[in-house]
């Protein structure tokens, strides 16, 4: 047995109706991790959860009709998926914690803290798109339409095929092929990434569509949050406008642009994302004052 893996726990229960699986490693300061859309809470052990557990208790969850959790035909906005989210707190008596969310994950932490700022210190947006704030994508300037190979283009991956099903509000399909072209890295290099439950997913739930509703959560509103924000976005992503942006709209929020990375380097470069989340967890408040003072001196 693994140093450290009898102190994980992995069990499901039962949050806003639905069976929620979850895991939960180390003590301290509660830190929750949420991932996106199409993805699991497998996602964390690339090396974020391992590290950041000597230091914290951290709690990762699967998502409403991700990982092994309950599969239900709607529930997948922002809105919903920060209800489920306070279920999840209230089962687990967690009082208050950090949150540490990747890309669809980051969007509900906003709502959630937009709802429900008591129970939430602070939390990291890591290259999360929010519906509300899609203007400032960059979609036909973004570089990875370029060069994209050949069983990609085959499988319908490319910008116009997006921008119809965009200019629909369902990239359900485009989600599907996706999925359906073989991993180039990680543990499933070689092997196509959809599986069963991703099919069902999206084959027999509004997802496609729901998680890109504003659902409530309007520009205007971002204004009122007042929670420490620490947003990180990539270089090459098609959503790095939105972290000066918010910065520049949410009082507490700070944010970096990564260098050389793109959407997801949460997966491919954990110890990158180790490195700049962990000062920011231990103190949200501290962290967010501290790089407000740097920047008036700058």
């Excluded at 920060?82 to 990747?102: C, F, N």
């Amino acid at each position: 047995e693994s140093p450290g893996l009898s102190r994980v726990t992995m069990t499901k229960i039962v949050a806003n109706g639905i069976d929620v699986h979850y895991q939960q490693r180390g003590e301290g300061q509660d830190v929750v991790l949420v991932h996106g859309i199409t993805s699991s809470l497998a996602m964390w052990y690339n090396g974020i959860l391992p590290a950041l557990s000597p230091e914290f208790r951290v709690t990762a969850y699967d998502l409403r009709g991700h990982g092994l959790s309950t599969i239900t035909p709607t529930g997948y906005s922002s809105f919903d998926m920060a209800q489920d989210l306070k279920a999840v707190l209230d089962a687990l008596g967690l009082e208050k914690v950090a949150i540490v969310g990747h890309s669809f994950g980051g969007a509900l932490s906003m709502h959630f803290a937009l709802l429900y700022p008591e129970r939430v210190s602070g939390f990291v947006m890591l290259d999360s798109g929010l519906a509300c704030l899609r203007y400032l994508r960059i979609i036909q300037d973004w570089s990875g339409w370029e060069g994209r190979p050949a069983d990609m283009k085959e499988r319908g991956l490319t910008l116009d095929r997006f921008l119809e099903l965009d200019s629909k509000q369902d990239v359900t399909d485009f989600l599907r092929h996706g999925l359906s072209v073989p991993r180039r890295a990680g543990f499933k290099k070689g092997k196509v990434g959809l599986t069963e439950r991703q099919r069902r997913l999206l084959e027999h739930t509004r997802m496609g569509y729901e998680f890109r509703d504003v659902a409530g959560m309007t520009e205007d509103l971002l204004a009122t949050v007042q929670t420490p924000i620490l947003a990180l976005y990539g270089e090459t992503s098609p959503y790095k406008k939105m972290a000066a942006h918010l910065a520049k709209v949410v009082p507490q929020c700070c944010h970096d642009v990564l260098p050389g990375t793109g959407h997801f380097y949460a997966i491919h470069r954990p110890g990158l994302v180790v490195e700049r989340v962990a000062p920011f967890l231990r103190d949200p408040q501290a962290f967010v004052r501290q790089r407000a003072l740097q920047a008036q001196g700058a």
